[in-house]
Nanobody
C-alpha cells in the first residue's frame, strides 16, 4: 500500500520557515525516489524538489534553490522539505509524490502516487 500523507503546512510570515513531512504507513519507500510539487490557485502544478531513493541525489526548482532542502529518513519511511526564507509567492498547496524508480524526476507524470496536499500560506 502506497499512500503518502503530508503534514506541516500552515500560515507563516515572509522570511519564516516551515518543515513539511511526508510519511507512508504502508509499504517501505526506501526504493523509491520522492518529490515535492506545489500548486497555487489558477496555476499548474509545478516541481519543487526531488530526492533519489538513496538520498544521494537531489534536484530543486530554480525558484527555491538555496532556500529549500529536501531530505529523507528511510528508517522512518519519511521525506522532509525544509523551507526557509519563505516568500508570499511560495503560497500553494504542497504535494508529496512517490516515483516507482530510484532516480529523480521533475515532471508530475513521472510520479505514480500522490498525497492529498498540505496548504502553505506565506503572508507579508
Amino acid at each position: 500500500q502506497v499512500q503518502p500523507v503530508e503534514s506541516g503546512g500552515g500560515l507563516v510570515q515572509a522570511g519564516g520557515s516551515l518543515r513539511l513531512s511526508c510519511a507512508n504507513s504502508g509499504r517501505t519507500l526506501s526504493n523509491a525516489a520522492m518529490g515535492w510539487f506545489r500548486q497555487a490557485p489558477g496555476k499548474e502544478r509545478e516541481f519543487v524538489a526531488a530526492i533519489s531513493s538513496s538520498g544521494d541525489n537531489t534536484d530543486y526548482a530554480d525558484s527555491v534553490k538555496g532556500r529549500f532542502a529536501i531530505s529523507r529518513d528511510n528508517g522512518r519511511n519519511t521525506v522532509y522539505l525544509q523551507m526557509n526564507s519563505l516568500k508570499p509567492e511560495d503560497t500553494a498547496v504542497y504535494y508529496c509524490a512517490v516515483r516507482a524508480w530510484r532516480t529523480t524526476a521533475t515532471v508530475p507524470n513521472e510520479y505514480h502516487y500522490w498525497g492529498q496536499g498540505t496548504q502553505v500560506t506565506v503572508s507579508l
